[in-house]
């Protein structure tokens, strides 16, 4: 990355940070910023690895692709299985049962939770923790605190392993589902099923508003300039999930746009996949560029990243929790409406209601995550009291021979697009924009630094050596690098 020393005659740092461990995660992302006066003054966010789920597709049943875009991650599995039967269900003209749509939420809202609890208490707590495995920091602390955060990792990682039996009751197994399939679900609920599903939800939203709520806010004002600061690009996206009617007209995370602080409705024309800084040919015209991947290009001069950048009407969006709640402006629990006032001093009601400068902090990220976790976890009753054992839960159709379908869903970590062309019964063209292309994108065609890069701009940096303000910020954005690079 290039960097002068002209204003300030001081050499600028470089700093890199490495493959696979900037996300403690698998899936290698690369970060490198320069360092100026102790601030971030440049950013470039790089994922190392093409997988090519999108052409291993191609000729294929499209009834196989709900199984086999599973692969493309462990962590946000069930939304690629939603996401590729809609898709399908689209091009065939197939409406699914009410207790296929219900067991399909049962199925991706434990997929949220665990996913949520991964990323706080695995990924991103050892950055605020001494102590815990992975961990940087040299301050010890208070040995007691540390100890007790220690001993509450354990009991999520126990939370995490209900969710995913939770998840395995209807799903078959966790963490690649086996029912989820175009038509609906392939799994038949039983009393058995419901109430084993209704008692691990139970426990584990115990866990989420006793334990994880608080710790959440207790982390934000331990490090209260982390809840301070707002940074990223403030553009935000859902494309809607956990339908609540069978018409598609209601959703727990209705679609929305904020772009430039203004509310937009989401229209799903506007989203492209820009290759200039990716390692991809550039693909040819196309009215709907969405339908034309470009192919690896690994040599492409000024390109830096596997990762494409998803684009809405040209700027860069972030999504997940965050954009979520902001854009729905969900209520916050009763847990966190106390915490907030007590801990935060904010007298916050919903989310919106904390402010931009809190909502769009580092900590602002996972409070994003915790109060999610609660509000889906509550959301859940009303889906297992639809659920009917009686009711079909799928729907008999033919794959067509030539038809296309545009599909929509959120993963735990954000917007999730599949797009599937069908000729000839088989998969013509695959195309899927995942949550971490839109987080982790490059610098698009504008020349806009992708959300996580423009978050990273201004960060304070104390010690370059062990620049922890920084790796913050990215696993606040809780990055797949495996599902970004297909
Ligand atoms: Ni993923």
Same mark, same amino acid.
Not at 352 to 380: D, K, N, P, Q, W
Not at 438 to 463: H, K, T, Y
């Given at each position: ?18 493959? +696979? ?42 009834? +196989? ?277 007590? $801990? ?46 009686? +009711? ?66 201004? $960060? ?27």
């Amino acid at each position: 990355m290039a960097a002068d020393n002209k204003e300030t005659g001081r050499p600028p740092q470089v700093v890199s940070l490495p493959l +696979d461990t900037v996300q403690r995660i698998e899936g290698p992302l690369r970060a490198e910023i320069v360092i100026r006066d102790g601030l971030v003054t440049e950013a470039r966010v790089s994922g190392g690895m093409y997988r090519g789920f999108e052409t291993i597709l191609l000729g294929r049943d499209p009834r +196989d692709a709900a199984q086999l875009v599973q692969r493309l991650c462990a962590s946000c599995s069930t939304a690629h299985a939603v996401a590729a039967s809609l898709a399908l269900e689209q091009a065939a003209g197939v409406k699914v049962p009410s207790a296929a749509r219900l067991i399909r939420n049962l199925i991706l809202a434990a997929d949220f939770l665990q996913a949520h609890l991964l990323h706080f208490y695995r990924f991103a707590l050892p950055d605020y923790v001494p102590d815990l495995p992975g961990s940087s920091l040299t301050a010890r602390g208070s040995q007691n605190r540390n100890r007790a955060i220690a001993e509450q990792c354990r009991q999520a990682f126990e939370m995490r392993v209900l969710c995913h039996e939770a998840a395995a009751l209807f799903g078959g197994r966790m963490p690649h589902p086996q029912s989820i399939a175009a038509g609906g679900v392939t799994c038949k609920p039983d009393r058995a099923g419901i109430l084993g599903y209704t008692e691990r939800i139970k426990r584990i939203k115990d866990f989420l508003s006793e334990k994880y709520l608080p710790l959440v806010y207790a982390t934000a004002a331990r490090w209260k300039p982390l809840a301070e600061r707002a940074a990223g690009c403030r553009n935000m996206l859902c494309v809607g999930a956990f339908p609540m009617d069978e018409g598609g007209r209601r959703f727990l995370f209705s679609p929305g746009v904020v772009m430039e602080g203004k509310d937009l409705p989401f229209d799903a024309t506007l989203i492209r996949e820009d290759v200039k800084y990716a390692w991809f040919a550039t693909p040819p015209e196309s009215p709907a560029p969405l339908r034309l991947s470009g192919h690896p290009s690994p040599d492409k001069a000024g390109a830096y990243s596997f990762i494409k950048a998803a684009c809405y009407a040209g700027k860069p969006m972030e999504v997940g929790p965050l954009a979520r709640l902001w854009i729905n402006d969900v209520p916050l629990s009763e847990t966190g409406r106390d915490l907030a006032a007590e $801990l935060l001093g904010k007298k916050a009601q919903t989310f919106r209601e904390l402010g931009e400068e809190t909502a769009f902090s580092v900590m602002g990220r996972h409070i994003a995550g915790a109060e999610e976790s609660l509000f889906v976890a509550e959301a859940i009753a009303t889906w297992l009291q639809q659920l009917d054992p009686a +009711d079909e839960t799928s729907a008999a159709f033919a794959v067509p021979l030539a038809a296309e379908g545009l599909a929509f869903t959120e993963s735990p970590h954000g917007s999730l697009t599949h797009y599937m062309r069908v000729e000839n019964g088989a998969i013509a063209v695959y195309v899927i924009v995942s949550p971490s292309m839109w987080n982790c994108a490059p610098r698009n065609s504008a020349e806009r630094r992708g959300p996580l890069e423009e978050a990273l701009i201004g $960060l304070p940096v104390p010690d370059a050596a062990n620049p922890v303000s920084v790796t913050r910020m990215i696993r606040a954005f809780a990055p797949c690098p495996g599902c970004a690079a297909q």
